[in-house]
Each structure stands twice: as C-alpha cells, then as structure tokens.
C-alpha cells in the first residue's frame, strides 16, 4: 500500500482546490496550476484537506495514488508560497545578467549565451554569478534549472561551471611531474 498516496494534503487557508470531470485546479495567491488526474484515481475534497482514493485496487493504481498525491502537494505549495532554485557560477570572467524574460551567460564561449525563460519561471542575479529562479510550477522550474546547468556543467578539477547552491563537486587531483 502506498503510505505518501494515504497521508491527506493540507489545504491552507485562502487557497482554493476546485475538481470537475477527471481536471483539478488549485488557486492560491501566486496563481493558479491545474492536473488531469488518472481515470482510476479520485479525490474527495473538504474545506481543509485534500484525500487521493483509488477506484480500483492493484499495483498500477497504488502508485499512481502516490504520485498525484505528490503532485497535488506540490501545486498547493507552488500557489501558496512558490518555489525557489539557485544556481551558482564560478570561473574566472563567468557572469550572468538578467535582461527582461532572457538571462544572457558568458560562460567562457566566443559568445555570450542568451537563455530565455519559459512563461511562469522568474530570474534574479545577484553578485553576477548568482542566479535565483522562483515560479509556482515546481516541475517546470526543476527543470529550466537543470537546462541552465546544462550549458556549462561543473567540471571536477577547478569546480568551474554552473552548479546548484547545495551541490558538492567532487575534486580531482590535477597532472603531477614525476621526477
């Protein structure tokens, strides 16, 4: 039996969770997100909570009870507070600069990068090696983030790149001269 898809989510206070043929849709002052949920899966709905039942009873179900279940948490979260990433640059002459809804990189290219950003994600640099994405979709911040490492991954013997805040990179010892 799943154990995540059982526990209720907690609906705060000023965070509305509407659900109509198969479409759940959940407004907060950030915004609002919708899901389509399985066809096997329904949610019963009071004023504070949320409950993710199973119409059906096999392996399948039970872990897709689980993961709306994730799913729906994480869209009363995005609405309520938001999400935030941060992202570190380091390197000699490695910068970034927000412009707009687009960051422009230079990260050690003949040219600078020009990033945009999808509809919903927000960027702030700060130091200009700093950079601090926030939106309500935790997905799709995850993932602009992970596009962004992506253009310059850190690289395990000067630690220059892109990394998240939390990461470790891992050093390795450079050449030595044998005499």
Known sequence: MSRVGKKPVVVPEKTSVSYTEGTVTVKGKNGS?????HP?????????????VLKTDDRKTRALQGMTRSLLDNMVTG???GFERVLE??????RAEAKGK???????????????????ISAAVEKNNVIKLSGIDKH???QTAARIRQLRP??????????YAEEYIQRKAGKTGTK
Do not use: A, M, T, W
């Open 89 to 94: 640059i380091n390197g000699i002459g490695y």
């Open 102 to 120: 687009s960051l422009v990189l230079s990260l050690g290219y003949s040219h600078p990068v020009e990033f945009s950003l999808p509809d919903g």
């Open 140 to 142: 799709l911040l995850g």
């Open 154 to 163: 850190p690289e395990p013997y000067k630690g220059k790149g892109i990394k």
């Open 79 to 81: 609405v309520s507070q």
């Open 33 to 37: 997100l919708s899901l389509q949920v």
């Open 40 to 52: 096997d899966i329904d949610l019963q709905i009071e004023k504070e909570r949320i409950d993710v």
